[in-house]
T-cell receptor, first 112, second 116 residues
Protein backbone atom coordinates (compact mmCIF):
# COMPACT_ATOMS: atom_id res chain seq x y z
CA UNK A 1 0.00 0.00 0.00
CA UNK A 2 1.15 3.50 -0.84
CA UNK A 3 2.12 5.40 2.28
CA UNK A 4 -0.57 8.04 2.39
CA UNK A 5 -2.34 9.23 5.49
CA UNK A 6 -5.01 11.87 5.92
CA UNK A 7 -5.95 13.74 9.04
CA UNK A 8 -8.42 14.12 10.52
CA UNK A 9 -10.40 11.15 9.25
CA UNK A 10 -13.69 12.66 10.39
CA UNK A 11 -14.62 16.22 11.22
CA UNK A 12 -17.79 18.07 12.00
CA UNK A 13 -17.61 21.84 11.87
CA UNK A 14 -19.91 24.81 11.77
CA UNK A 15 -20.61 27.05 8.82
CA UNK A 16 -18.17 29.92 8.60
CA UNK A 17 -15.30 28.26 10.46
CA UNK A 18 -11.91 27.60 8.85
CA UNK A 19 -10.90 23.98 8.34
CA UNK A 20 -7.59 22.46 7.31
CA UNK A 21 -7.17 18.92 6.10
CA UNK A 22 -3.76 17.32 5.92
CA UNK A 23 -2.36 14.77 3.52
CA UNK A 24 0.96 13.15 4.36
CA UNK A 25 2.94 10.79 2.14
CA UNK A 26 6.04 8.73 2.74
CA UNK A 27 6.62 7.84 -0.93
CA UNK A 28 8.47 11.01 -1.95
CA UNK A 29 6.13 11.35 -4.94
CA UNK A 30 6.18 14.63 -6.83
CA UNK A 31 2.48 14.99 -7.58
CA UNK A 32 -0.25 15.34 -4.99
CA UNK A 33 -3.97 15.93 -5.50
CA UNK A 34 -7.08 16.79 -3.53
CA UNK A 35 -10.41 15.43 -4.73
CA UNK A 36 -13.88 15.55 -3.28
CA UNK A 37 -16.39 12.75 -3.64
CA UNK A 38 -20.10 13.44 -3.81
CA UNK A 39 -22.94 11.07 -4.74
CA UNK A 40 -23.47 10.87 -8.49
CA UNK A 41 -20.34 12.88 -9.28
CA UNK A 42 -17.59 10.37 -8.74
CA UNK A 43 -14.51 12.29 -7.63
CA UNK A 44 -13.68 15.81 -8.74
CA UNK A 45 -10.32 17.51 -8.57
CA UNK A 46 -10.04 20.52 -6.24
CA UNK A 47 -6.34 21.42 -6.42
CA UNK A 48 -3.13 19.68 -7.22
CA UNK A 49 0.59 20.14 -6.66
CA UNK A 50 3.48 19.32 -8.96
CA UNK A 51 6.20 20.15 -6.47
CA UNK A 52 7.02 22.08 -3.31
CA UNK A 53 5.24 25.43 -3.47
CA UNK A 54 3.91 24.58 -6.95
CA UNK A 55 0.14 24.25 -7.00
CA UNK A 56 -2.69 24.78 -9.43
CA UNK A 57 -6.47 24.77 -9.52
CA UNK A 58 -8.67 21.89 -10.48
CA UNK A 59 -12.25 21.61 -11.57
CA UNK A 60 -13.93 22.69 -8.31
CA UNK A 61 -11.44 25.00 -6.60
CA UNK A 62 -13.75 27.83 -5.45
CA UNK A 63 -13.72 28.16 -1.67
CA UNK A 64 -10.55 26.10 -1.24
CA UNK A 65 -6.87 26.89 -0.97
CA UNK A 66 -3.84 24.63 -0.70
CA UNK A 67 -0.25 24.75 0.39
CA UNK A 68 2.75 22.50 0.02
CA UNK A 69 5.81 23.56 1.96
CA UNK A 70 7.35 20.07 2.07
CA UNK A 71 7.32 17.21 -0.39
CA UNK A 72 5.47 14.99 2.02
CA UNK A 73 2.65 17.31 3.09
CA UNK A 74 -0.21 18.82 1.12
CA UNK A 75 -2.74 20.90 3.04
CA UNK A 76 -6.27 21.74 1.96
CA UNK A 77 -7.93 24.73 3.62
CA UNK A 78 -11.52 25.78 3.60
CA UNK A 79 -11.28 29.43 4.60
CA UNK A 80 -14.92 29.67 5.64
CA UNK A 81 -16.72 26.35 5.47
CA UNK A 82 -20.16 26.13 3.87
CA UNK A 83 -22.71 23.33 3.91
CA UNK A 84 -22.01 22.69 0.21
CA UNK A 85 -18.51 21.60 1.23
CA UNK A 86 -19.85 18.66 3.19
CA UNK A 87 -18.18 15.80 1.38
CA UNK A 88 -15.58 13.08 1.53
CA UNK A 89 -12.14 14.39 0.66
CA UNK A 90 -9.46 12.21 -0.83
CA UNK A 91 -5.81 12.93 -1.28
CA UNK A 92 -3.90 11.17 -4.05
CA UNK A 93 -0.28 10.89 -5.09
CA UNK A 94 1.66 9.77 -8.11
CA UNK A 95 5.26 9.69 -9.20
CA UNK A 96 4.55 10.63 -12.79
CA UNK A 97 1.58 12.41 -14.29
CA UNK A 98 0.63 9.62 -16.64
CA UNK A 99 0.79 6.95 -13.98
CA UNK A 100 -1.98 5.76 -11.76
CA UNK A 101 -2.78 7.79 -8.68
CA UNK A 102 -2.87 6.19 -5.26
CA UNK A 103 -5.42 7.45 -2.81
CA UNK A 104 -5.43 8.08 0.90
CA UNK A 105 -8.17 6.72 3.16
CA UNK A 106 -10.34 9.84 2.89
CA UNK A 107 -11.64 12.48 5.30
CA UNK A 108 -15.35 12.78 5.92
CA UNK A 109 -16.20 16.43 6.54
CA UNK A 110 -19.60 17.58 7.69
CA UNK A 111 -20.41 21.29 7.79
CA UNK A 112 -23.47 22.06 9.88
CA UNK B 1 -13.24 18.60 -22.53
CA UNK B 2 -12.87 15.14 -21.12
CA UNK B 3 -15.86 13.20 -19.88
CA UNK B 4 -16.54 9.71 -18.57
CA UNK B 5 -19.96 8.11 -18.51
CA UNK B 6 -20.92 5.05 -16.54
CA UNK B 7 -24.53 4.58 -17.51
CA UNK B 8 -25.18 1.74 -15.07
CA UNK B 9 -25.61 3.30 -11.65
CA UNK B 10 -26.39 0.02 -9.92
CA UNK B 11 -26.13 -3.64 -10.88
CA UNK B 12 -27.25 -6.61 -8.84
CA UNK B 13 -26.16 -10.16 -9.64
CA UNK B 14 -26.11 -13.52 -7.94
CA UNK B 15 -22.79 -15.04 -7.02
CA UNK B 16 -21.01 -16.86 -9.86
CA UNK B 17 -22.71 -14.79 -12.54
CA UNK B 18 -20.55 -12.87 -14.99
CA UNK B 19 -21.05 -9.11 -15.03
CA UNK B 20 -19.83 -6.32 -17.31
CA UNK B 21 -19.48 -2.73 -16.19
CA UNK B 22 -19.65 -0.22 -19.02
CA UNK B 23 -17.47 2.86 -19.41
CA UNK B 24 -17.69 5.33 -22.27
CA UNK B 25 -15.33 8.26 -22.51
CA UNK B 26 -14.91 11.47 -24.49
CA UNK B 27 -11.64 13.16 -25.26
CA UNK B 28 -10.07 15.25 -27.99
CA UNK B 29 -6.54 14.16 -27.17
CA UNK B 30 -4.77 11.38 -29.01
CA UNK B 31 -2.75 10.52 -25.91
CA UNK B 32 -4.76 9.64 -22.86
CA UNK B 33 -4.99 7.11 -20.08
CA UNK B 34 -7.88 5.08 -18.77
CA UNK B 35 -8.25 3.64 -15.30
CA UNK B 36 -10.52 1.53 -13.19
CA UNK B 37 -10.78 1.89 -9.43
CA UNK B 38 -12.70 -0.13 -6.89
CA UNK B 39 -14.27 1.39 -3.77
CA UNK B 40 -15.41 -1.33 -1.36
CA UNK B 41 -17.85 -0.57 1.47
CA UNK B 42 -14.91 0.36 3.71
CA UNK B 43 -14.44 3.45 1.54
CA UNK B 44 -10.88 3.31 0.27
CA UNK B 45 -10.10 3.59 -3.43
CA UNK B 46 -8.19 0.68 -4.88
CA UNK B 47 -6.40 0.97 -8.21
CA UNK B 48 -7.20 -1.88 -10.61
CA UNK B 49 -5.79 -1.08 -14.03
CA UNK B 50 -4.31 1.61 -16.26
CA UNK B 51 -4.40 1.62 -20.03
CA UNK B 52 -2.83 4.12 -22.42
CA UNK B 53 -4.50 5.14 -25.66
CA UNK B 54 -1.93 3.38 -27.82
CA UNK B 55 -2.44 -0.02 -26.28
CA UNK B 56 -5.73 -1.60 -27.28
CA UNK B 57 -4.85 -5.06 -26.11
CA UNK B 58 -7.42 -6.55 -23.83
CA UNK B 59 -6.18 -7.51 -20.40
CA UNK B 60 -7.04 -10.35 -18.10
CA UNK B 61 -6.12 -10.59 -14.45
CA UNK B 62 -7.65 -13.58 -12.74
CA UNK B 63 -11.42 -13.16 -12.83
CA UNK B 64 -11.11 -9.58 -14.09
CA UNK B 65 -10.85 -8.59 -17.73
CA UNK B 66 -10.91 -5.31 -19.57
CA UNK B 67 -11.99 -4.57 -23.13
CA UNK B 68 -10.62 -1.34 -24.58
CA UNK B 69 -12.13 -0.25 -27.92
CA UNK B 70 -11.08 3.11 -29.33
CA UNK B 71 -13.60 2.80 -32.17
CA UNK B 72 -16.46 3.04 -29.67
CA UNK B 73 -14.58 5.03 -26.99
CA UNK B 74 -15.27 2.34 -24.46
CA UNK B 75 -13.28 0.65 -21.73
CA UNK B 76 -15.49 -2.03 -20.25
CA UNK B 77 -14.74 -4.18 -17.23
CA UNK B 78 -15.92 -7.76 -16.85
CA UNK B 79 -15.91 -9.83 -13.69
CA UNK B 80 -16.20 -13.55 -14.34
CA UNK B 81 -17.81 -15.80 -11.74
CA UNK B 82 -18.59 -12.90 -9.42
CA UNK B 83 -18.13 -13.26 -5.67
CA UNK B 84 -19.66 -11.45 -2.73
CA UNK B 85 -16.30 -9.76 -2.11
CA UNK B 86 -16.65 -8.06 -5.50
CA UNK B 87 -19.48 -5.95 -4.09
CA UNK B 88 -18.26 -2.38 -4.36
CA UNK B 89 -18.58 0.83 -6.32
CA UNK B 90 -16.42 0.77 -9.42
CA UNK B 91 -15.14 3.92 -11.05
CA UNK B 92 -13.80 4.41 -14.52
CA UNK B 93 -11.50 7.41 -14.98
CA UNK B 94 -9.69 9.25 -17.76
CA UNK B 95 -6.67 11.51 -17.83
CA UNK B 96 -5.38 13.48 -20.77
CA UNK B 97 -1.71 14.08 -21.27
CA UNK B 98 -0.72 17.61 -20.34
CA UNK B 99 -4.08 18.53 -18.86
CA UNK B 100 -3.95 20.05 -15.37
CA UNK B 101 -1.42 17.67 -13.90
CA UNK B 102 -3.10 14.82 -15.71
CA UNK B 103 -6.03 15.11 -13.38
CA UNK B 104 -8.37 12.16 -13.33
CA UNK B 105 -11.89 12.71 -14.60
CA UNK B 106 -14.13 10.13 -13.01
CA UNK B 107 -17.39 8.63 -14.11
CA UNK B 108 -20.23 8.62 -11.63
CA UNK B 109 -19.49 5.05 -10.60
CA UNK B 110 -21.38 1.77 -10.81
CA UNK B 111 -22.48 0.10 -7.59
CA UNK B 112 -22.19 -3.66 -7.94
CA UNK B 113 -24.03 -5.87 -5.49
CA UNK B 114 -23.24 -9.55 -5.56
CA UNK B 115 -25.73 -11.63 -3.63
CA UNK B 116 -24.92 -15.08 -2.25
Amino acid sequence: DAGITQSPRHKVTETGTPVTLRCHQTENHRYMYWYRQDPGHGLRLIHYSYGVKDTDKGEVSDGYSVSRSKTEDFLLTLESATSSQTSVYFCAITDREEYEQYFGPGTRLTVT
Amino acid sequence: AQKVTQAQTEISVVEKEDVTLDCVYETRDTTYYLFWYKQPPSGELVFLIRRNSFDEQNEISGRYSWNFQKSTSSFNFTITASQVVDSAVYFCALSEEGNAGNMLTFGGGTRLMVKP
